[in-house]
Every structure is written in C-alpha cells, then in structure tokens.
C-alpha cells in the first residue's frame, strides 16, 4: 500500500515514516506537517492511504478528511490522534474516516489496522468508541460551532461579524445561545467546553 503521513511532529512523523517503511507491502510516498500541503500531496500522489493527526496548522486532519470526501478521492483516511474527544470521532465518521486510531498504539497494531483499513475494513480504537457511545450529544447548530470556533482563536464580536457577513446583534444572539447551551458564563469558557469535547 502507498500512503501519505501528515503529522506536524516531525520526530514522530520520521520515526512513523521509517517503521513503516521497514514493512515489504508499504511504501510512504509522501510526508507533510500541514493540512494543506497533505490535500495537495494527495492530488498529486494519489496514495492508498492517508495517516493524518488532528491538530495541524494549515488544515486540521477531520478538515483534510472532508476535503477528500468532498473531492471523491479513493484515498482511505486514517485518523491518528492523542484527543479522546466524541465529537472529533464523530466529525471523522462524517467526513467518511476509515479509522480513527489511539497514537500510543503498539506499531505492530497500528499497522496490522492500516493493512486491514487498506483492504477495505474500518477501525475504530476501543477507548475511543466507548468515549463517543457514553458521549453528550452536540447541542450546538453549526453556525453556534462556526461562531465559538472564532470566539475559541480570539476574534470579538466585530471581527467575527465580518467573517460570517454577518450583523453584530446576529453575532451576539448566537453567542449568547451557545453561552447558554454550554452552561457557561462568558465566551471563552463557552467556547473552552466545546472544544474540550471536540464539537468546535
């Protein structure tokens, strides 16, 4: 199999590369630590597959995965995290992952999985399943996601206003709904609850 490792650790991203490589039937054509540069790799390389980390300048790995679902790539998406969050697995599955796996998984495992997502099959990390089946359900609208999300990286009112095209008092009903929702006192402590549990 041929696959892309995007991973914006670059110690981790060598030392996944090379064990990998040490296996007969995989070949790593393609290494990145930005989103966008793995979208752009996966274009031009078509690989198998996709090993991508969640947190990544440029894209985040579930932005990636949508990109690919989005652009009907045959490119299988393995999503390799330290976040247990149910609505990080949750986005994945929706934007068609193939797996979403622990990274302190043994390296035997982790390709033993990779093999079996190549031949079609899915994986989901147990801790991981269990997280999301035990999981409060996302109250939030994606406008309500799309708002904290700005509020989360530090825009006021104005500057997300300006993003959305929308009107100040729209900016401010939203918030003050999301506030609400999260059971919260402020914003930030809004938007700090929703993405400790992976919905922003």
Not at 85 to 102: D, F, H, Q, T, V
Not at 121 to 140: D, M
Not at 146 to 159: E, I, P
Request: proline share 3%; net charge negative; glycine share 8%.
């Amino acid at each position: 199999m041929r696959l892309v490792i995007a991973e914006d650790q670059g110690m981790l991203r060598g030392a996944l590369a090379q064990l990998l490589e040490m296996e007969d039937d995989i070949e790593v054509i393609g290494q990145t630590g930005n989103g966008r540069d793995a979208v752009e790799l996966i274009k031009k390389q078509t690989p198998d597959l996709l090993i991508a980390d969640i947190e990544m300048p440029g894209m985040t790995g579930l932005e990636v995965a949508e990109e690919i679902k989005r652009s009907c790539s045959s490119c299988k998406v393995v999503i390799v995290t330290t976040f247990a969050r149910p609505g990080y697995l949750e986005r994945a599955m929706k934007a068609g992952a193939s797996g979403y796996i622990l990274k302190d998984e043994p390296i035997n495992n982790l390709i033993a999985h990779l093999r079996l997502i190549n031949n079609g099959g899915r994986f989901i990390s147990p801790e991981l399943a269990t997280a999301f089946y035990f999981a409060k359900e996302n109250p939030l609208t994606e406008r309500e996601q799309d708002v904290l999300r700005q509020a989360y990286s530090g825009c006021g009112t104005q500057q997300i206003a300006d993003h959305f095209h929308l009107t100040r008092g729209t900016v401010r009903n939203y918030l003050s709904t999301a506030i609400q929702k999260m059971d919260a006192h402020s914003r930030q402590e809004a938007a700090k609850k929703a993405k400790d549990n992976g919905w922003i």
